[in-house]
């Protein structure tokens, strides 16, 4: 999610915009440009597995957001994610300004699985109202979540919504079972073309780079196991040499006893020598 929306490209960020457009349902006041304020770097991200996952980003009317693609952890989610919106509004205002020049917050949160109640819909909008009557406290800040849990892929593409389909292609545009319903949402949709076309690119750098990274992992397996056969055969020629010295050396000494007259048997008995080796030294 992340690598496709996240990166600092011409690409990613029109793949960013087609989402956004989608979930904020902005077909008649569209976002045109956006600025990700926390682009990952692709050469550390594709082997790093400790990547953040939130994306933070600027449009053009100055609106402040954070993304998320949230996948577990959501015991605690709702309360942050209005932590997230209150960081916005901390910084949605410069020193000195006033605060009609506040900026919109938004906090997008795509959801895996299922956040709220089933008479939800999968998309939901919250806001700052008032509790009897729903009168708005304020527009400038927002929090949209859509959770995947909650779309049916087997609905026919022509019956689903644009937040549906959007919603199918996050969950499912890797799954076998659904390329037909990806590859036709994808055909009608130009806000996930983008994004789809960055997919394939994505997962093809990923084989390419998980493929070169056992490639790697395999030629330092191979010297390691060189290196310790070399070192055993060093280990075992020591051991044996230790032996063959230590069975000379009980020999001197049992050939020395011998001819003290010492009897064979207590000979035998203190060098571990057998009574027939005794006899024949």
């Known amino acids: 999610f992340h690598r496709i929306y996240g990166s600092d490209t011409e690409e990613s960020r029109a793949a960013l915009i087609g989402l956004l457009n989608i979930i904020l349902e902005r077909k008649n006041d569209p976002i045109r440009h956006i600025e990700i304020t926390n682009p990952i770097d692709l050469g550390d991200w594709i082997l790093d597995k400790e990547s953040v996952m ?59 699985n299922k956040l709220f109640p089933k008479e939800i819909g999968c998309h939901s909008i919250f ?3 008032e509790q009897k009557t729903g009168l708005l406290l304020s527009d400038r800040l927002a929090f949209h979540f859509l959770e995947l849990g909650k779309v049916d892929p087997q609905k026919p593409v022509e019956e689903m919504t644009q937040i549906e389909k959007l919603a199918v292609y996050l969950r499912y545009a890797n799954d076998e079972n659904y390329k037909d319903s990806v590859q036709e949402i994808c055909e009608s949709e130009e806000g996930i073309i983008m994004a789809e076309n960055l997919y394939r690119h994505a997962t093809k750098e990923e084989r390419e780079a998980a493929w070169a990274e056992c490639r790697m992992m ?13 070192k055993e055969g060093h280990r075992q020629g020591l051991a044996e040499g230790e032996a063959i010295g ?11 006893l011998k001819q003290s007259d010492i009897p064979i048997d207590v000979i035998a008995k203190n060098t571990g020598l057998s009574v027939e080796e005794v006899k024949k030294l």
Do not use: P, W
């Not at 395999?218 to 070399?230: I, K, M, P, T, V």
């Not at 000379?248 to 000494?253: G, L």
């Open 54 to 112: 939130d994306i933070k980003a600027k449009a053009d009317s100055g609106e402040l957001l954070t993304i998320e693609m949230q996948v577990s952890n959501l015991a605690d989610y709702r309360c942050r994610t209005l932590f997230y919106g209150g960081r916005l509004v901390n910084s949605s205002l410069k020193s000195g300004e006033s605060y009609d020049m506040m900026k919109k917050s938004i906090v997008v949160s795509i959801i895996q």
């Open 246 to 256: 230590a069975a000379q050396e009980r020999r001197e000494i049992a050939k020395n």
């Open 218 to 230: 395999y030629q330092h397996d191979q010297a390691s196991l060189r290196e310790d056969g070399r």
């Open 127 to 129: 806001d700052v109202r």
